[in-house]
Protein backbone atom coordinates (compact mmCIF):
# COMPACT_ATOMS: atom_id res chain seq x y z
CA UNK A 1 0.00 0.00 0.00
CA UNK A 2 1.09 3.52 -0.98
CA UNK A 3 0.46 6.39 1.16
CA UNK A 4 0.96 9.51 -0.31
CA UNK A 5 1.49 12.40 2.69
CA UNK A 6 0.70 15.53 1.52
CA UNK A 7 3.87 17.86 2.46
CA UNK A 8 5.60 15.91 4.51
CA UNK A 9 9.25 16.45 4.48
CA UNK A 10 12.38 14.06 4.79
CA UNK A 11 13.00 15.11 8.52
CA UNK A 12 9.57 13.95 9.66
CA UNK A 13 9.55 10.71 7.97
CA UNK A 14 12.42 9.03 9.73
CA UNK A 15 10.17 8.56 12.55
CA UNK A 16 8.34 6.65 10.89
CA UNK A 17 8.35 2.67 11.59
CA UNK A 18 8.46 -0.24 9.35
CA UNK A 19 5.27 -2.20 9.43
CA UNK A 20 6.30 -5.40 11.73
CA UNK A 21 2.45 -6.67 10.99
CA UNK A 22 1.53 -5.77 14.32
CA UNK A 23 -0.60 -2.74 14.66
CA UNK A 24 0.95 -0.22 16.87
CA UNK A 25 0.39 3.13 17.74
CA UNK A 26 1.91 5.68 15.22
CA UNK A 27 2.97 9.42 16.30
CA UNK A 28 1.69 11.50 13.16
CA UNK A 29 1.74 14.59 15.29
CA UNK A 30 4.88 15.99 14.25
CA UNK A 31 4.96 14.93 10.73
CA UNK A 32 4.69 17.11 8.23
CA UNK A 33 5.11 20.36 10.21
CA UNK A 34 7.11 23.28 8.59
CA UNK A 35 9.79 24.80 10.76
CA UNK A 36 7.59 27.65 11.14
CA UNK A 37 4.91 25.47 12.64
CA UNK A 38 7.39 23.57 14.84
CA UNK A 39 8.03 27.38 16.23
CA UNK A 40 4.42 28.19 16.83
CA UNK A 41 3.47 25.37 18.74
CA UNK A 42 6.84 26.23 20.94
CA UNK A 43 5.15 29.42 21.27
CA UNK A 44 1.76 27.84 22.31
CA UNK A 45 3.33 25.60 24.30
CA UNK A 46 4.74 28.38 26.46
CA UNK A 47 1.97 30.31 26.00
CA UNK A 48 -0.60 27.90 27.47
CA UNK A 49 1.45 27.42 30.66
CA UNK A 50 2.18 30.74 31.54
CA UNK A 51 6.38 30.38 30.55
CA UNK A 52 6.44 33.26 28.22
CA UNK A 53 4.27 35.61 25.62
CA UNK A 54 5.68 35.07 22.19
CA UNK A 55 3.65 35.48 19.05
CA UNK A 56 4.91 36.02 14.99
CA UNK A 57 3.83 39.09 13.83
CA UNK A 58 1.49 39.15 10.91
CA UNK A 59 2.71 39.25 7.46
CA UNK A 60 2.74 42.99 6.24
CA UNK A 61 0.43 43.73 3.56
CA UNK A 62 -0.66 47.31 2.24
CA UNK A 63 -4.02 47.15 1.46
CA UNK A 64 -5.02 48.84 -2.04
CA UNK A 65 -8.76 48.41 -2.12
CA UNK A 66 -11.53 46.60 0.02
CA UNK A 67 -14.82 45.90 -0.45
CA UNK A 68 -17.66 46.13 2.01
CA UNK A 69 -20.65 43.59 0.77
CA UNK A 70 -23.68 43.93 2.64
CA UNK A 71 -24.32 41.41 5.42
CA UNK A 72 -20.94 39.84 5.24
CA UNK A 73 -17.07 40.49 5.94
CA UNK A 74 -15.39 42.93 4.38
CA UNK A 75 -13.09 41.32 1.32
CA UNK A 76 -9.79 42.80 0.56
CA UNK A 77 -9.50 43.04 -3.38
CA UNK A 78 -6.49 44.07 -3.98
CA UNK A 79 -3.03 44.07 -1.75
CA UNK A 80 0.48 44.05 -1.63
CA UNK A 81 3.41 42.15 0.53
CA UNK A 82 5.74 44.69 1.98
CA UNK A 83 8.70 44.08 3.19
CA UNK A 84 8.82 43.37 7.39
CA UNK A 85 10.56 46.21 8.95
CA UNK A 86 11.44 44.00 12.14
CA UNK A 87 11.98 40.43 12.81
CA UNK A 88 9.05 37.68 12.99
CA UNK A 89 9.02 37.10 16.78
CA UNK A 90 8.59 39.03 19.92
CA UNK A 91 7.57 38.84 22.75
CA UNK A 92 8.49 38.75 26.99
CA UNK A 93 10.25 36.25 29.18
CA UNK A 94 10.61 36.89 33.05
CA UNK A 95 10.34 40.78 32.62
CA UNK A 96 12.69 40.45 29.72
CA UNK A 97 11.98 41.03 25.80
CA UNK A 98 12.44 38.67 23.02
CA UNK A 99 13.48 38.60 19.73
CA UNK A 100 14.10 36.75 17.30
CA UNK A 101 14.12 35.46 13.60
CA UNK A 102 13.55 31.98 12.60
CA UNK A 103 15.05 30.38 9.55
CA UNK A 104 15.93 26.76 7.58
CA UNK A 105 18.50 26.10 5.28
CA UNK A 106 19.00 23.37 3.49
CA UNK A 107 22.35 23.53 3.38
CA UNK A 108 24.63 21.19 5.23
CA UNK A 109 27.69 23.11 6.70
CA UNK A 110 27.12 26.61 6.30
CA UNK A 111 24.30 29.08 6.61
CA UNK A 112 23.97 31.40 3.85
CA UNK A 113 23.66 35.23 5.30
CA UNK A 114 21.24 35.54 1.28
CA UNK A 115 18.62 34.68 4.59
CA UNK A 116 18.59 38.11 6.04
CA UNK A 117 17.45 42.03 5.19
CA UNK A 118 19.72 44.85 5.89
CA UNK A 119 16.89 46.42 7.75
CA UNK A 120 16.49 43.08 9.76
CA UNK A 121 20.54 43.16 11.09
CA UNK A 122 20.04 46.90 11.98
CA UNK A 123 16.86 46.00 14.11
CA UNK A 124 18.78 43.07 15.89
CA UNK A 125 21.21 45.99 16.90
CA UNK A 126 18.96 48.60 18.06
CA UNK A 127 17.06 45.93 20.44
CA UNK A 128 21.06 44.95 21.59
CA UNK A 129 21.06 48.68 21.86
CA UNK A 130 18.03 48.15 24.68
CA UNK A 131 19.47 44.91 26.32
CA UNK A 132 16.99 42.79 24.66
CA UNK A 133 17.85 39.32 24.25
CA UNK A 134 17.82 38.52 20.67
CA UNK A 135 18.93 35.60 18.16
CA UNK A 136 18.23 33.99 15.48
CA UNK A 137 16.70 29.64 15.37
CA UNK A 138 18.34 28.37 12.57
CA UNK A 139 17.02 24.87 11.39
CA UNK A 140 19.28 22.47 9.04
CA UNK A 141 16.98 20.63 7.80
CA UNK A 142 19.03 18.35 5.82
CA UNK A 143 21.08 17.24 8.91
CA UNK A 144 18.41 17.91 11.24
CA UNK A 145 20.34 20.14 13.67
CA UNK A 146 19.17 23.14 15.07
CA UNK A 147 20.70 25.79 17.05
CA UNK A 148 19.97 29.18 18.91
CA UNK A 149 22.40 31.60 17.15
CA UNK A 150 23.07 35.02 19.28
CA UNK A 151 22.17 38.24 17.06
CA UNK A 152 26.03 39.03 17.81
CA UNK A 153 27.61 36.36 15.96
CA UNK A 154 25.04 37.00 12.61
CA UNK A 155 25.88 40.95 13.06
CA UNK A 156 29.59 40.17 12.98
CA UNK A 157 29.62 37.84 9.81
CA UNK A 158 27.30 40.55 8.28
CA UNK A 159 30.14 43.08 8.61
CA UNK A 160 32.72 40.28 7.48
CA UNK A 161 30.77 40.18 4.45
CA UNK A 162 31.60 43.63 3.23
CA UNK A 163 35.67 42.85 3.96
CA UNK A 164 36.36 39.03 3.14
CA UNK A 165 33.49 38.33 0.87
CA UNK A 166 32.56 35.37 2.87
CA UNK A 167 28.66 35.59 2.28
CA UNK A 168 27.65 32.79 4.66
CA UNK A 169 28.53 31.66 8.57
CA UNK A 170 30.23 28.12 8.53
CA UNK A 171 28.50 25.52 10.85
CA UNK A 172 31.89 25.02 12.58
CA UNK A 173 30.90 28.35 14.16
CA UNK A 174 27.94 28.07 14.75
CA UNK A 175 28.45 24.90 16.67
CA UNK A 176 31.15 26.69 18.60
CA UNK A 177 29.01 30.04 19.50
CA UNK A 178 25.98 29.59 19.38
CA UNK A 179 23.46 27.06 21.19
CA UNK A 180 21.79 23.70 20.00
CA UNK A 181 18.83 22.85 20.05
CA UNK A 182 17.71 19.20 21.09
CA UNK A 183 14.09 18.74 18.99
CA UNK A 184 11.39 17.39 21.48
CA UNK A 185 7.87 16.25 21.44
CA UNK A 186 6.32 19.10 23.11
CA UNK A 187 7.64 21.62 23.05
CA UNK A 188 8.94 20.69 19.66
CA UNK A 189 11.91 23.35 19.92
CA UNK A 190 12.51 24.13 23.51
CA UNK A 191 14.31 27.62 22.82
CA UNK A 192 13.40 29.10 25.80
CA UNK A 193 15.10 25.94 27.77
CA UNK A 194 18.23 26.10 25.67
CA UNK A 195 18.70 30.01 26.73
CA UNK A 196 18.24 28.88 30.19
CA UNK A 197 20.58 26.14 30.37
CA UNK A 198 23.26 28.51 28.77
CA UNK A 199 22.85 31.76 30.61
CA UNK A 200 22.51 32.47 34.59
CA UNK A 201 18.97 34.92 34.86
CA UNK A 202 19.97 38.39 33.98
CA UNK A 203 23.22 36.96 31.93
CA UNK A 204 21.57 36.77 28.71
CA UNK A 205 24.04 37.94 25.90
CA UNK A 206 25.15 40.53 27.51
CA UNK B 1 -9.99 83.26 1.40
CA UNK B 2 -11.04 80.12 2.49
CA UNK B 3 -8.90 76.76 3.22
CA UNK B 4 -10.54 73.94 3.61
CA UNK B 5 -7.72 71.67 5.36
CA UNK B 6 -8.23 67.72 4.30
CA UNK B 7 -8.89 66.24 7.56
CA UNK B 8 -8.00 68.30 10.02
CA UNK B 9 -8.93 67.92 13.43
CA UNK B 10 -10.01 70.73 15.92
CA UNK B 11 -7.50 69.90 17.98
CA UNK B 12 -4.88 70.35 15.87
CA UNK B 13 -6.50 74.16 14.69
CA UNK B 14 -6.04 75.67 17.80
CA UNK B 15 -2.42 76.28 16.71
CA UNK B 16 -3.48 78.10 13.79
CA UNK B 17 -2.59 81.56 14.13
CA UNK B 18 -4.85 84.61 13.09
CA UNK B 19 -4.16 86.70 9.87
CA UNK B 20 -2.16 89.84 10.97
CA UNK B 21 -1.10 90.47 7.69
CA UNK B 22 1.95 89.12 8.40
CA UNK B 23 3.58 86.39 6.42
CA UNK B 24 5.40 84.00 8.98
CA UNK B 25 5.90 80.37 9.10
CA UNK B 26 3.20 78.16 10.09
CA UNK B 27 3.41 75.07 11.60
CA UNK B 28 1.99 72.35 10.19
CA UNK B 29 3.61 69.47 11.31
CA UNK B 30 0.97 67.92 13.56
CA UNK B 31 -2.14 68.97 11.89
CA UNK B 32 -4.88 66.45 10.98
CA UNK B 33 -2.95 63.95 12.75
CA UNK B 34 -4.94 61.08 14.06
CA UNK B 35 -3.96 59.34 17.69
CA UNK B 36 -2.24 56.48 15.40
CA UNK B 37 0.00 58.60 13.55
CA UNK B 38 1.18 60.54 16.69
CA UNK B 39 2.21 57.31 18.29
CA UNK B 40 3.61 56.29 15.24
CA UNK B 41 5.60 59.78 15.03
CA UNK B 42 6.77 59.53 18.87
CA UNK B 43 8.13 55.40 18.27
CA UNK B 44 10.00 56.92 15.49
CA UNK B 45 11.57 59.86 17.26
CA UNK B 46 12.35 56.87 20.06
CA UNK B 47 13.58 54.43 17.34
CA UNK B 48 15.67 57.44 15.86
CA UNK B 49 17.53 58.22 18.95
CA UNK B 50 18.21 54.72 19.90
CA UNK B 51 15.90 55.36 22.90
CA UNK B 52 13.26 52.64 22.84
CA UNK B 53 12.38 50.00 19.51
CA UNK B 54 8.46 49.80 19.60
CA UNK B 55 6.90 48.91 16.69
CA UNK B 56 2.96 48.69 15.67
CA UNK B 57 2.44 44.91 14.19
CA UNK B 58 1.05 44.58 11.21
CA UNK B 59 -2.90 43.70 10.89
CA UNK B 60 -3.66 40.68 10.57
CA UNK B 61 -4.87 39.31 7.70
CA UNK B 62 -6.51 35.88 5.85
CA UNK B 63 -4.59 35.23 2.33
CA UNK B 64 -6.98 33.27 0.43
CA UNK B 65 -6.15 33.90 -2.88
CA UNK B 66 -2.35 35.68 -4.49
CA UNK B 67 -1.80 36.27 -8.52
CA UNK B 68 1.51 35.64 -9.37
CA UNK B 69 1.98 38.11 -12.72
CA UNK B 70 4.97 38.04 -14.52
CA UNK B 71 7.37 40.70 -14.24
CA UNK B 72 6.01 42.69 -11.68
CA UNK B 73 5.01 42.48 -7.72
CA UNK B 74 2.60 39.38 -6.69
CA UNK B 75 -1.09 40.81 -6.10
CA UNK B 76 -3.13 39.22 -2.86
CA UNK B 77 -6.88 38.99 -4.98
CA UNK B 78 -8.52 37.87 -1.30
CA UNK B 79 -8.17 38.17 1.69
CA UNK B 80 -10.08 38.77 5.33
CA UNK B 81 -9.53 40.97 7.85
CA UNK B 82 -8.77 38.73 11.10
CA UNK B 83 -9.12 39.58 15.12
CA UNK B 84 -5.83 40.26 16.38
CA UNK B 85 -4.79 38.25 19.45
CA UNK B 86 -2.41 40.67 20.98
CA UNK B 87 -2.73 44.06 21.38
CA UNK B 88 -1.17 46.46 18.40
CA UNK B 89 2.23 47.93 20.20
CA UNK B 90 5.17 46.44 21.74
CA UNK B 91 8.70 46.47 21.86
CA UNK B 92 11.89 46.62 24.31
CA UNK B 93 12.10 49.53 26.74
CA UNK B 94 16.02 49.46 28.44
CA UNK B 95 15.65 46.11 28.51
CA UNK B 96 12.20 45.82 29.57
CA UNK B 97 9.18 44.67 27.90
CA UNK B 98 6.81 47.15 26.27
CA UNK B 99 2.87 46.22 25.59
CA UNK B 100 0.32 48.47 24.91
CA UNK B 101 -2.84 49.60 23.55
CA UNK B 102 -3.51 52.74 21.85
CA UNK B 103 -7.53 53.93 21.97
CA UNK B 104 -9.61 57.32 21.24
CA UNK B 105 -12.64 58.23 22.30
CA UNK B 106 -15.30 61.61 22.00
CA UNK B 107 -16.78 60.60 25.39
CA UNK B 108 -15.46 63.13 27.73
CA UNK B 109 -16.39 62.01 31.16
CA UNK B 110 -15.84 58.42 30.79
CA UNK B 111 -13.64 55.56 28.55
CA UNK B 112 -15.93 53.23 27.40
CA UNK B 113 -15.06 49.42 27.78
CA UNK B 114 -16.40 48.42 24.38
CA UNK B 115 -12.74 49.42 22.70
CA UNK B 116 -11.48 46.55 23.84
CA UNK B 117 -11.85 43.08 23.06
CA UNK B 118 -11.72 40.01 25.66
CA UNK B 119 -8.68 38.19 24.13
CA UNK B 120 -6.79 41.81 24.24
CA UNK B 121 -7.67 41.48 28.10
CA UNK B 122 -6.08 38.38 28.44
CA UNK B 123 -2.99 39.25 26.55
CA UNK B 124 -2.55 42.10 28.97
CA UNK B 125 -2.96 39.80 31.94
CA UNK B 126 -0.26 37.32 30.30
CA UNK B 127 2.38 40.10 30.14
CA UNK B 128 1.82 41.38 33.63
CA UNK B 129 2.44 37.61 34.61
CA UNK B 130 5.56 37.75 32.92
CA UNK B 131 6.54 41.16 34.07
CA UNK B 132 6.13 43.16 30.99
CA UNK B 133 5.39 46.53 31.20
CA UNK B 134 1.49 46.88 29.62
CA UNK B 135 -0.51 50.27 29.98
CA UNK B 136 -3.40 51.17 27.41
CA UNK B 137 -2.97 55.05 25.73
CA UNK B 138 -5.96 57.05 25.78
CA UNK B 139 -7.08 59.76 23.99
CA UNK B 140 -10.07 62.22 24.93
CA UNK B 141 -10.24 63.79 21.69
CA UNK B 142 -13.08 66.25 22.34
CA UNK B 143 -11.40 67.47 25.67
CA UNK B 144 -7.35 66.68 24.07
CA UNK B 145 -6.37 65.05 26.87
CA UNK B 146 -3.82 62.03 26.73
CA UNK B 147 -3.49 59.28 29.75
CA UNK B 148 -1.26 56.86 30.29
CA UNK B 149 -3.39 53.66 31.87
CA UNK B 150 -1.78 50.84 33.72
CA UNK B 151 -3.02 47.68 32.40
CA UNK B 152 -4.02 46.65 35.81
CA UNK B 153 -7.09 49.27 35.86
CA UNK B 154 -8.50 48.25 32.69
CA UNK B 155 -8.45 44.92 34.19
CA UNK B 156 -9.89 45.61 37.38
CA UNK B 157 -12.90 47.33 35.65
CA UNK B 158 -13.12 44.64 32.75
CA UNK B 159 -13.87 42.19 35.93
CA UNK B 160 -16.26 44.27 37.62
CA UNK B 161 -18.46 44.62 34.27
CA UNK B 162 -19.77 41.13 35.09
CA UNK B 163 -20.19 41.89 38.42
CA UNK B 164 -21.77 45.79 38.78
CA UNK B 165 -22.47 46.30 34.86
CA UNK B 166 -20.56 49.70 34.45
CA UNK B 167 -19.30 49.47 30.72
CA UNK B 168 -16.55 51.88 30.99
CA UNK B 169 -13.80 53.71 33.46
CA UNK B 170 -14.89 57.23 34.63
CA UNK B 171 -12.33 60.27 33.81
CA UNK B 172 -12.04 60.21 37.81
CA UNK B 173 -10.64 56.99 37.94
CA UNK B 174 -8.13 57.29 35.19
CA UNK B 175 -7.00 60.87 36.74
CA UNK B 176 -6.29 59.29 39.64
CA UNK B 177 -4.57 55.69 38.93
CA UNK B 178 -3.67 56.95 35.48
CA UNK B 179 -0.97 59.27 34.56
CA UNK B 180 -1.56 62.19 31.80
CA UNK B 181 1.00 62.50 29.31
CA UNK B 182 1.47 66.40 28.09
CA UNK B 183 1.50 66.04 24.24
CA UNK B 184 4.66 67.70 22.72
CA UNK B 185 5.83 69.08 19.21
CA UNK B 186 8.55 65.95 19.03
CA UNK B 187 7.72 63.80 20.54
CA UNK B 188 4.42 64.37 20.28
CA UNK B 189 3.22 61.52 22.65
CA UNK B 190 6.17 61.15 25.40
CA UNK B 191 5.24 58.66 27.13
CA UNK B 192 8.10 56.97 27.77
CA UNK B 193 9.03 60.08 29.73
CA UNK B 194 5.32 59.67 31.66
CA UNK B 195 6.57 56.28 32.35
CA UNK B 196 9.85 57.71 33.52
CA UNK B 197 8.83 60.62 35.71
CA UNK B 198 6.43 58.20 37.94
CA UNK B 199 8.33 55.13 38.51
CA UNK B 200 11.65 54.43 39.44
CA UNK B 201 13.94 52.23 37.03
CA UNK B 202 12.30 48.48 37.89
CA UNK B 203 9.27 49.45 39.50
CA UNK B 204 6.85 49.96 36.46
CA UNK B 205 3.57 48.81 37.67
CA UNK B 206 4.56 46.23 40.18
Redesign the interface.
Known amino acids: MTINYPKGSSHQLSSLKKDTGKKRPVNFANRGMTFEAEINQTNQYY?DR?I??I?K?????Q?VSVDYPKRS??????????E???TDY??????????FEAKETKNKTSFPLTNFHEHQIV?MK??L????IVFVLICFSSIKRYFLVPASLVIEFWKKKYTNGRKSIPLSDIEKKGYEIIPGFSPRIPYLETLDRYFGEGDYFK
Open positions: LDAVHKPTPVIAAVIKEAYFKASTNGVYKGRYIDHRCNQQG
